[in-house]
């Protein structure tokens, strides 16, 4: 790794100080101007950052010269960022001080507006592309010929976390660098990883366009303030990301056969990352893991191989309801967020809104009672009080009742439980619905857990 000092230092980020009057304009009492200009917040940040010269460096193996011409190049960058961004703050506030001379006319006040901020969002790209080309230049040959595999790369990092919907964000570059495996050149997986990387580009392009990237920022807030309009370009930034969504869901179930023996590793992994809710380690399995580490159980060979075994039940049913999750997540969430699509437009004309329900509720409780149920199986192979020793086993237990030996120990002084003080309640543990609370873990588990 070549030795430059941005590396040697903290990585420099671009302070963005949005003035008062920029921030006092874009919130006036404009109904159009509050119904857009989603992306605003984007061209007030920089779009490389320092710490994004390390992708620039690993990406195309740069030289030690390099590199530090590279450095020097992020430092223009950052300079110029600010420089520009503080001309349009200027402009801006130039417009506040004399947005008196156009009277009442709202249009007017919205294109004075965002005639600066407009300007910037241009000047903004060209600083981001002046980057990008002058770090091309530097190049030899090999590095050359690497640039388009590059180039999504640095695609990806950028704007593959600008996800909504669960699974749209995963990277499986990442997930196949974090299990350290790399794909053979010309091997099927090398072949199926490429043929993703391109899918990916491509469903990244649409949902930029779809998301109304450099669209005028004028013609935006119209867009936004026309009920119709707005509606078709939110279903078809939602459809984009569905897309976005579906290419790598495919991908992950093409490429986890050709991973042999880490194929159902590399498949949990990438869902996981995709899908965390659906595929987070549960209450039960966390339980399970602390019995299996337990040093009484390790060394009883019998009762070892029946934790074991138990834990392999657990997991061929929960394996069941969380398919079921995730065929359910991946349908509800798009009928969610076109609910709200749908909802904006019901709003302004008085209409009933939509509320769809939440199908996936009753399973994760299904899934709940399925881990209550067998760590109550566990408690009972295991004993009580060897179960009580397991890490996390408190809140599978019932809770100790509250007692009072102080008048005949203490002289009168009570002795609360753990957890309790004086002053509490005696019915803290009862419910919001006014029942009383059973024991954790035992009827369904905790609540809040999944």
């Not at 995709?274 to 987070?280: A, D, K, L, P």
């Not at 939509?354 to 009753?362: N, V, Y």
């Amino acid at each position: 790794m070549p030795r430059i000092r941005s590396l040697c230092r903290p990585l420099t980020l671009i302070s963005v100080r949005p003035s008062a009057a920029l921030l006092g304009l874009l919130f006036m009492s404009t109904s159009v101007l509050a119904q857009g200009l989603g992306s605003i917040p984007s061209i007030l940040k920089p779009e490389y950052f320092s710490r994004d010269l390390l992708l620039f460096i690993e990406g195309l193996n740069l030289t030690d010269e390099q590199a530090a011409i590279s450095e020097m190049i992020f430092e223009d960058y950052d300079r110029d960022f600010q420089l520009g961004l503080d001309d349009m703050q200027l402009e801006v506030e130039d417009v506040a001080h004399n947005v008196g001379e156009l009277g009442d006319n709202k249009d007017a006040i919205v294109q004075a507006v965002l005639a600066p901020i407009q300007g910037w969002a241009g000047k903004r790209d060209i600083l981001g592309r002046q980057l990008v080309e002058n770090i091309r230049i530097i190049l030899d040959a090999e590095q050359q010929a690497a640039w388009g595999s590059f180039n999504r790369r640095l695609e990806r990092e950028k704007a593959l976390p600008e996800g909504k919907l669960s699974g749209e964000s995963t990277n499986l570059q990442h997930v196949l660098r974090d299990m350290s495996i790399e794909p053979v050149e010309n091997s099927p997986l090398s072949v199926a990883m490429l043929e993703w990387e391109l899918a990916i580009a491509d469903a990244l392009h649409t949902r930029a366009d779809a998301t109304n990237q450099g669209l005028n920022l004028f013609e935006q807030i119209n867009i936004n303030a026309s009920g119709n309009d707005d509606i078709r370009r939110r279903q078809k930034e939602l459809k984009a990301r569905i897309v976005l969504r579906d290419t790598t869901d495919v991908a992950i179930e093409r490429i986890y056969p050709l991973l042999g023996s880490d194929g159902a590793a590399f498949q949990r992994e990438a869902l996981k990352r995709g899908y965390g809710r659906v595929y987070r380690k549960t209450p039960a399995e966390r339980i399970f893991s602390a019995a299996l580490n337990n040093t009484t159980v390790k060394e009883n060979a019998s009762l070892l191989t029946a934790v074991q075994d138990l834990l392999a039940s657990y997991h061929e049913e929960l394996r069941v309801i969380n398919t079921a999750l995730l065929d359910m997540t991946r349908e509800w969430e798009p009928e969610l967020e076109n609910s709200k699509i749908e909802n904006r437009i019901r709003r302004t004309k008085g209409e009933t809104l939509i509320r769809p329900q939440d199908p996936t509720r009753t399973v994760y409780q299904e899934r709940r009672e399925l881990g209550s149920r067998y760590v109550q199986l566990l408690r009972d192979l295991l004993g009580d009080d060897l179960f009580a020793e397991l890490d996390g086993a408190t809140r599978f237990l019932p809770r100790p009742k509250p007692t009072d030996v102080g008048d005949q120990n203490n002289g009168g002084s009570s002795i609360r439980p753990t957890g309790r003080t004086a002053g509490t309640p005696d019915y803290v543990g009862k419910k919001r619905s006014g029942g009383i609370s059973k024991p954790s873990g035992l009827t369904g588990g905790p609540r809040g857990n999944d």
